[in-house]
């Protein structure tokens, strides 16, 4: 089945790590998406990729980082640089072009221990 | 830069009721529009999109909206709800451009039997 799919479903970081999310889509999407999604403040954009080896900051760039090394991948690193890293974190991918939607993933819940 | 606002975080209603979802969007050029709906501890998933024609769209699960330049909305109805539409909606805009979607903040729609 083609599909999205985000690991872990839940996630825990100690003070001072980095952790990844990971996000797999095998739609054959050029473009891939990360958003931050917290209670009461919608979805808010962290990095997008529109093609392999190039990515852009979103919104809300500070404390993470991204690669795009292969079209069906699109890694989330939550760097210890971000000091409020709780929330719901949501992969998206989606053919290029602004009336394309887009299709979700389930998303990780990331906690702080 | 686009920008979109919902105008209620919260609507109960209850079933077999109608409801409508307000949506307004703030763009100094052409937009598309896109409605999506969240089931809790999941991804988003597209309902309906409006990008040019007829102003009234019909979408999944007998959600329509309609699209309205003169005010700048886009709002989401359904003449009869029910329990299972229990869920958080987001309206988004785009600006025709390669550039991400900006989602609005959400609506938690909650049918009571």
């Known amino acids: 089945d083609g599909g999205i799919t985000q690991s872990p479903k839940y996630l825990f970081r100690k003070e001072g790590q980095n952790v990844t999310l990971s996000c797999e889509q095998n739609?054959?999407?050029?473009?891939m998406y990360w958003y931050r999604q917290d209670p009461g403040q919608g979805l808010r954009l962290i990095y997008y990729?529109?093609?392999?080896?190039?990515?852009q900051k979103g919104d809300i760039a500070e404390g993470y980082s991204v690669s795009r090394e292969k079209k069906e991948s699109f890694p989330l690193t939550v760097t210890s640089a971000q000091k409020n890293p709780t929330a719901f974190y949501l992969c998206?991918?989606?053919?290029?072009?602004?009336?394309?939607?887009?299709?979700f993933g389930s998303g990780t819940q990331l906690s702080v221990l | 830069a686009q920008s979109v606002t919902q105008l209620d975080s919260q609507v109960p209603v209850f079933e077999e009721a109608p409801v409508e979802l307000r949506c307004n969007y703030s763009?100094?050029?052409?937009?598309?529009l896109f409605w999506y709906v969240q089931y809790p501890n999941q991804g988003l998933q597209l309902l309906l999109k409006?990008?040019?024609?007829?102003?009234l769209v019909k979408g999944i699960n007998g959600f329509e909206a309609e699209f309205n330049k003169s005010q700048t909305s886009f709002h989401l109805r359904k003449p009869s709800v029910h329990i299972s539409d229990t869920a958080e909606y987001f309206c988004?805009?785009?600006?025709?451009?390669?550039?991400?979607?900006?989602f609005g903040k959400g609506t938690r729609l909650s049918v009571i039997a």
């Open positions: 988004a805009v785009s600006d025709l451009r390669n550039t991400p979607l900006v």
């Open positions: 763009s100094s050029v052409s937009v598309y």
């Open positions: 990729s529109q093609i392999v080896n190039d990515f």
């Open positions: 998206a991918s989606g053919l290029a072009g602004p009336n394309e939607k887009l299709f």
């Open positions: 409006y990008l040019s024609g007829s102003t």
């Open positions: 739609l054959n999407h050029d473009a």
